[in-house]
């Protein structure tokens, strides 16, 4: 990361500008405080703290069960570890979803109590007039289309959204709709990678793709899958950047037998 790249805070609106001069968006997950520094040492520019927290972090099927207390948990301890990234957390299931008055008090007070800087919600236009309230109060918002997880029981299966020309056109027209409604950024998860582009090119605020293609104006994984250490499934957009599940397992067994065989501490480590 360049001296001027550490200083510069991310914004919303630094993101917009990001995507006008066509420089891509590097975004991953945070959950915890020396993931957090580390990501924002490294010059990602937005941290999300995701509701993928309760897959990776808590180890459940699915993210439906996550709720405004976790979020707002793991949201403190990121926020106040990071200088210079954009801090988004995800909304939770059924924390936006009975009414706009609702949604805003929990996204207010993940802004007010946990310092999160922006929300994250899942969902079209039909969530339209929750975008809208939050924008109007202050509190931005990134829309999330494509395979939602938080939906995975109406979809019934992970596999990739807006493959026929129905289902297609919806997406288009749900992120024309956030868009249009005050969004600052959409997250664009595992939709054919041409209609990437086309929303890409249709919306002028930024795209940020998970198996979303390399259109997108940014792309985003989950911390854990991109550094190998979450490993019960692979999708085919995930990266893995390092094995650190190997690593971790080579560490772990070679403590063990350094404590059995009585290796470990020596001389050096004790006092
Ligand atoms: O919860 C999460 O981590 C997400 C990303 C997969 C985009 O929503």
Redesign the pocket.
């Known amino acids: 990361m360049s001296q001027h790249q550490e200083l510069k805070k991310v914004t919303t609106e630094s993101l917009r500008l990001m995507k006008g001069k066509g420089r891509k968006i590097a ?1 991953l ?1 945070a959950y915890d405080a020396i993931m957090a520094q580390l990501l924002d040492e490294a010059g990602i520019d937005l941290l ?1 703290v ?7 972090i808590q180890g459940l099927a699915t ?1 439906i069960s996550v709720t405004l207390d976790q979020m707002l948990y793991h949201c403190r301890i990121v926020s106040r570890s990071v200088k210079r990234a954009l801090v988004v957390v ?1 909304m939770p299931f059924l924390t936006f979803q009975i009414s706009a008055e609702e949604a805003l008090r929990n996204a207010g007070t993940l802004m007010k109590e946990a310092g999160a800087e922006a929300v ?1 919600l ?1 969902g079209g236009s039909v969530f339209c007039n929750v975008v809208r309230r939050l924008t109007d109060s202050g509190i931005p918002v990134m829309g ?1 289309l494509g395979l ?2 938080q939906s995975i029981h109406s979809f019934g299966t992970y596999r990739v959204r807006g493959k026929t020309e129905e289902e297609s056109d919806k997406i288009l027209e749900d992120a024309i709709a956030l868009a249009n409604a005050g969004a600052f950024a959409i ?1 664009l ?1 595992k939709i054919p990678l041409e209609l990437g582009k086309r929303i890409t090119e249709a919306i002028a605020i930024p795209t ?1 793709g ?1 198996g979303a293609g390399p259109h997108c104006d940014g792309q ?3 911390t854990h899958d991109m550094l190998g250490l979450f490993t019960k499934f692979h999708p085919r957009f995930v990266r893995h950047y390092a094995n650190m599940a190997e690593d971790m397992l080579t560490a772990f067994r070679s403590f063990s037998e350094d404590v059995q065989e009585g290796r470990f501490p020596d001389a050096h480590e004790s006092y």
């Open positions: 975004c997950t999300l995701g509701d993928s927290a309760g897959t990776v993210t995800d994250k899942e999330h939602t997880p997250v998860e940020i998970i985003i994984l989950v």
